[in-house]
C-alpha cells in the first residue's frame, strides 16, 4: 500500500490528506509540529470568493466552492457549515477599470457575477451604507467558513477516515535517496514514504531552503478582529472592502452569537522572515492602533459596527510568490514531494481544492486544473534570487483579497 505523509496541521494540509484517504490512496500520516491548526489558518477570515484574476484561479474556485458545499454535508456532524452568504467585491471607480476587463473570463468560463451599484446594494443588505459612486462585484455562491469550526471539524473527520495525525512531531528534513525523496526525518527518526506532501505555509522557504531549493516566497503579517455581540444578526455579506481599506463579514461564536469579524493588511510593515522551525505566529503583534483605524475605516459602511467594540484579535502570516500567483506541484529538483504554499491572502479559499490537486498529483492522477501557471518550477534562479535578496513592505507586495 502506498505511503504518504502531509507535513503541516492547517486548513491545506488536512485538505490533502482527506482528498487522499477518500481516494483511496493509500496510508496517510499527518505530522505536525505543534497542534493542528498552529499556523493561520486558525487565525484566518475565511472569506471565499470565487471571483479571481487568473483563469487556473477561477477554476480553482469553482472546485473549492463545491468542495466546501460537499464538505458541509460531510462535517455537518462535526459542527461545520459553509455560510454561503456571498461574497461582495467592492471597486472605486478609479479601481473598477482592472477588474471589469476579467468579466469576459467569468462569462467564458460561466462564473455568475452581479454588478450592483450602491442603492441596489443597499436596498439588499439593510445593514450595509456603500458610498454612492462603489461598485459591487457580487459572487452568489461565496461566502465564508469559521475557521475555529472547520479546522477542527476537519481534523476529526481526517481522523475518522483513518488519517494518522501525530501533533507534536515536528520535520526537521527529508530523506532522499538517489536523488528521490522517500521519507522525513523527526526527532524521533526517520519515517519512510513513497511521497512526501509539504503544505508547511508561512515556513516554506526556510523549510525548503533546508532541502537545497530557494522558492521566491515572502510571508507578511495579517491581522483580523471579533467584536462584541451584536443584538441581531448583521445583514451584510463577506465583504472585501478594498475601498475601506479593510475585508468585513458576520461571524458567529453559536446558533444565536452574532458578531462582525474584520480584518485587513498593515501597509508599512516590513516582510516577516521566517527563519525556521521553532517560528511560531503566537509571538506575533499588530499595532494598538489598528483596532480604531479599522472601526474608523469601516464603520461608514456598516454603521452597526459603531455599537460594538473588538473583542479578539488574532495575528498571523499571510505568504505571496514573486508573482503572487500559488506555489503547487512537483519540484523539478526533488521527485517524491509535493509543495502547496503562498496562497496569498487566500489559502482558506483555495484549501479544499488546493488538497484535492496536492492529492491528485501525490497519487499520480492527472490534475483537475491545468496548474502549470502555479509550478514551483516556474521561476528562474535569478529572479528568485533577486526577490529574495530585496526586503518588501507589505504595500509593495500584491494586493490579492481571498
Ligand atoms: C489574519 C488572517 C486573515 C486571513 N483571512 C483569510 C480569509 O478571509 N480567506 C482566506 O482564504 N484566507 C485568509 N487568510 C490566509 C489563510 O489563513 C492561509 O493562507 C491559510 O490558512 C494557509 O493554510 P496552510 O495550511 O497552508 O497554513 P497553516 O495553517 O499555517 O499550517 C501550516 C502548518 O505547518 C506546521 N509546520 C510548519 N513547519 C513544520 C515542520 N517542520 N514540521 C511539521 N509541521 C510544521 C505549522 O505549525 C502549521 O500548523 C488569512 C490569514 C490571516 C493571518
Same mark, same amino acid.
Given at each position: 500500500?502506498?505511503?504518504?505523509?502531509?507535513?503541516g496541521g492547517g486548513? *491545506?494540509?488536512?485538505n490533502?490528506? @482527506?482528498?487522499?484517504t477518500r481516494?483511496?490512496?493509500g496510508?496517510v500520516?499527518l505530522? $505536525?509540529?505543534?497542534?493542528v491548526?498552529?499556523?493561520s489558518?486558525?487565525?484566518?477570515?475565511?472569506?471565499?470568493?470565487?471571483? &479571481?484574476w487568473?483563469e487556473?484561479?477561477?477554476?480553482?474556485?469553482?472546485i473549492?466552492l463545491r468542495l466546501?458545499q460537499e464538505l458541509?454535508?460531510d462535517?455537518e456532524? %462535526?459542527?461545520?457549515?459553509?455560510?454561503?452568504v456571498?461574497?461582495?467585491?467592492l471597486f472605486?471607480?478609479a479601481?473598477?477599470g482592472?477588474r471589469e $476587463?476579467l468579466?469576459? &473570463? @467569468?462569462?467564458r468560463?460561466g462564473?455568475g @457575477? $452581479?454588478i450592483?451599484?450602491a442603492?441596489?446594494m443597499?436596498?439588499?443588505w439593510?445593514?450595509?451604507?456603500p458610498?454612492?459612486?462603489?461598485?459591487?462585484?457580487?459572487?452568489a455562491?461565496?461566502? %465564508?467558513s469559521?475557521?475555529?469550526?472547520f479546522v477542527?471539524a476537519?481534523a476529526r473527520?481526517?481522523r475518522?477516515?483513518?488519517?494518522?495525525?501525530?501533533?507534536?512531531a515536528r520535520?526537521?528534513?527529508?530523506?532522499?535517496d538517489n536523488?528521490r525523496v522517500?521519507g522525513?526525518?523527526?526527532g &524521533?527518526?526517520?519515517?519512510?514514504?513513497?511521497?512526501v506532501?509539504c503544505?508547511?505555509h508561512?515556513?516554506?522557504?526556510a523549510?525548503?531552503e533546508?532541502?537545497?531549493v530557494?522558492?521566491p516566497?515572502?510571508?507578511?503579517?495579517?491581522?483580523?478582529?471579533?467584536?462584541?455581540?451584536?443584538?441581531e444578526?448583521a445583514s451584510i455579506?463577506?465583504?472585501?472592502a478594498?475601498p475601506?481599506g479593510g475585508y468585513?463579514?458576520p461571524a458567529?461564536?453559536g446558533?444565536?452569537?452574532?458578531?462582525i469579524?474584520?480584518g485587513?493588511e498593515?501597509?508599512d510593515? $516590513?516582510?516577516?522572515? +521566517?527563519?525556521?522551525p521553532?517560528?511560531?505566529?503566537?509571538?506575533?503583534?499588530?499595532?494598538?492602533?489598528?483596532?480604531?483605524?479599522?472601526s474608523?475605516?469601516?464603520?461608514?459602511?456598516?454603521?452597526k459596527?459603531?455599537?460594538?467594540?473588538?473583542?479578539t484579535e488574532?495575528?498571523?502570516l *499571510?505568504?505571496f510568490s514573486l508573482d503572487?500567483e500559488p506555489v503547487l506541484?512537483?519540484?523539478?529538483e526533488?521527485?517524491?514531494?509535493?509543495?502547496?504554499?503562498?496562497?496569498?491572502s487566500?489559502?482558506f479559499? @483555495?484549501?479544499?481544492?488546493?488538497?484535492?490537486?496536492?492529492?491528485?498529483?501525490?497519487a499520480?492522477?492527472?490534475?483537475s486544473?491545468?496548474?502549470s501557471?502555479?509550478?514551483p518550477?516556474r521561476?528562474?534562479?535569478?529572479?528568485?534570487?533577486?526577490y529574495l535578496?530585496?526586503t518588501? +513592505?507589505?504595500?509593495e507586495?500584491?494586493r490579492?483579497?481571498?
Amino acid at each position: 500500500m502506498p505511503r504518504f505523509i502531509v507535513i503541516g496541521g492547517g486548513a *491545506i494540509g488536512l485538505n490533502a490528506a @482527506y482528498q487522499l484517504t477518500r481516494m483511496q490512496a493509500g496510508k496517510v500520516t499527518l505530522l $505536525e509540529k505543534g497542534q493542528v491548526g498552529d499556523g493561520s489558518s486558525s487565525r484566518a477570515g475565511g472569506i471565499i470568493t470565487g471571483l &479571481l484574476w487568473s483563469e487556473t484561479g477561477v477554476l480553482a474556485r469553482m472546485i473549492s466552492l463545491r468542495l466546501y458545499q460537499e464538505l458541509s454535508a460531510d462535517l455537518e456532524r %462535526y459542527g461545520y457549515c459553509f455560510q454561503d452568504v456571498g461574497c461582495l467585491n467592492l471597486f472605486d471607480p478609479a479601481s473598477w477599470g482592472e477588474r471589469e $476587463e476579467l468579466l469576459p &473570463l @467569468y462569462d467564458r468560463l460561466g462564473f455568475g @457575477y $452581479e454588478i450592483l451599484d450602491a442603492a441596489q446594494m443597499r436596498r439588499r443588505w439593510p445593514d450595509l451604507t456603500p458610498e454612492a459612486d462603489l461598485i459591487g462585484l457580487h459572487d452568489a455562491v461565496g461566502g %465564508y467558513s469559521e475557521p475555529h469550526e472547520f479546522v477542527p471539524a476537519l481534523a476529526r473527520r481526517c481522523r475518522d477516515l483513518g488519517v494518522e495525525i501525530r501533533e507534536n512531531a515536528r520535520v526537521d528534513g527529508l530523506q532522499i535517496d538517489n536523488g528521490r525523496v522517500v521519507g522525513v526525518q523527526t526527532g &524521533l527518526g526517520v519515517l519512510e514514504a513513497d511521497v512526501v506532501v509539504c503544505t508547511v505555509h508561512a515556513w516554506t522557504a526556510a523549510f525548503m531552503e533546508g532541502c537545497g531549493v530557494r522558492l521566491p516566497i515572502k510571508s507578511f503579517v495579517h491581522q483580523r478582529y471579533v467584536s462584541s455581540k451584536l443584538p441581531e444578526r448583521a445583514s451584510i455579506p463577506a465583504i472585501n472592502a478594498n475601498p475601506y481599506g479593510g475585508y468585513i463579514r458576520p461571524a458567529r461564536l453559536g446558533t444565536t452569537d452574532f458578531r462582525i469579524l474584520a480584518g485587513g493588511e498593515t501597509e508599512d510593515r $516590513e516582510e516577516e522572515s +521566517v527563519d525556521g522551525p521553532s517560528f511560531h505566529m503566537a509571538g506575533l503583534s499588530a499595532p494598538r492602533n489598528l483596532r480604531s483605524q479599522l472601526s474608523e475605516n469601516l464603520t461608514p459602511l456598516v454603521p452597526k459596527l459603531a455599537a460594538t467594540r473588538w473583542e479578539t484579535e488574532q495575528v498571523g502570516l *499571510i505568504s505571496f510568490s514573486l508573482d503572487s500567483e500559488p506555489v503547487l506541484g512537483h519540484l523539478p529538483e526533488l521527485p517524491g514531494l509535493v509543495v502547496g504554499a503562498a496562497f496569498h491572502s487566500g489559502g482558506f479559499a @483555495y484549501s479544499p481544492v488546493a488538497g484535492l490537486l496536492l492529492a491528485e498529483l501525490a497519487a499520480g492522477d492527472s490534475p483537475s486544473v491545468d496548474i502549470s501557471s502555479f509550478s514551483p518550477g516556474r521561476f528562474t534562479k535569478e529572479e528568485t534570487e533577486d526577490y529574495l535578496a530585496t526586503t518588501v +513592505v507589505q504595500a509593495e507586495a500584491f494586493r490579492r483579497r481571498h
